[in-house]
């Protein structure tokens, strides 16, 4: 719902008209990521967090593998970005007139780029799941954590739209590296978070 | 055969002191009682056992046929039932079996599932959502839940909580049958709870 509220209003206030032309491929690609992170903030934030609250977090301490929870986690968390992304990024390319000339690039971006999106949400979730402050402690810790992915992603779509020679491609390269690194990461330290 | 070894241990928050240089053995067939007053750690040790928190000071050890089980690979081994853990409340009986049965690598065998309910009295809530059960009922579900993969380390925290007459009986045959394979640890004040342990280590003294 933040996603689709934000995209409309968005659409509405700025539009395909507003901004020139030259500038929509960088003007866009910053809306759109600035749309997809912080509906990611505010959605995936909470993976780890309905365990505490429901107070499940110990019988699955007591049941499960580190890494197969966070891995389940990790799994969830991308559906939910991929169905967003699904829904979101189609519309914010019909209502904003978003004109991409390298689409297979651009397609590439939105899958790195999100898969890096959910490892670096998924970590910061269960760090922050028996903390006091979450919420604020959430945006804190996610925003140096995942803020070199936002400006890769953001160039890297920019570059696609542009359909400037080499496209996106090393963008969509470091950006998959942040994923995988980020996964690794995240699978030998996770153990230690969860662990009290 | 199996050996639990609590080894001098000692728990403190900040200042408060729980309890301090507790230690004792038990063997395969042995049920303990811990008892205390209200906050003096009852619980706290039984999550120390279970590896759920660190002690302060102090180790538990765990050994099956001689050989020690490492604390990653403890909760194979570790049946824990507690007040502070939860089911999945959407999720019913026999989907929580299943969902645990899968995460602790256990085969998921419907017929043996329904044993295990059988034995608290389940059977007929077996397709019920969670959510929708009595204190009572889920009680009865976080004992399945605890004897689901045959641990040898049955640790009870309050066991009897909201629990009606039949439910009762089915604890003390849940400790009796353990008796034959393992060693239990309860954690209560209830003095019928406590008449089912063969030594009692009261952590007030």
Redesign the interface.
Known sequence: MFALTTLVAVSFSIGSFRIEESQRPFLYAVLLWIILVFSALSGLSRSFVKEQESGTMDILKLSARPQAVFLGKLFFNLSMLGVLELIIVPAFILLMGYKIKFPGCFVAMMVTGGLGLGAGTTLVAAMIAQANARGALFSALSFPLLLPLIITAIKGSERAAYGISAAGWPEVKIAAAYAIIMVTVSLLLFPLIWEE | MCTLKVISIGKHFSSTILFKDVSFVLNSGDVVAITGWNGSGKSTML?II?????PSAGQVEMFCDNKPIPKKAR?QY?G?V?P??????ELTALENMEF?CR??GVAYDRKSCFNILERVDLVKHAEKICGTFSSGMKQRLKLV?ALIHKPPFLLLDEPGCNLDSRGIKSVKNIISDQRTCGITVIASNEKREVDYADSIVNLSN
């Not at chain 2, 502070?84 to 409340?89: E, G, K, R, V």
């Open positions: 999550r279970a590896g759920l928190v660190r909760r570790v824990m507690a502070a853990l939860a089911l999945y409340d645990f995460v602790r839940q």
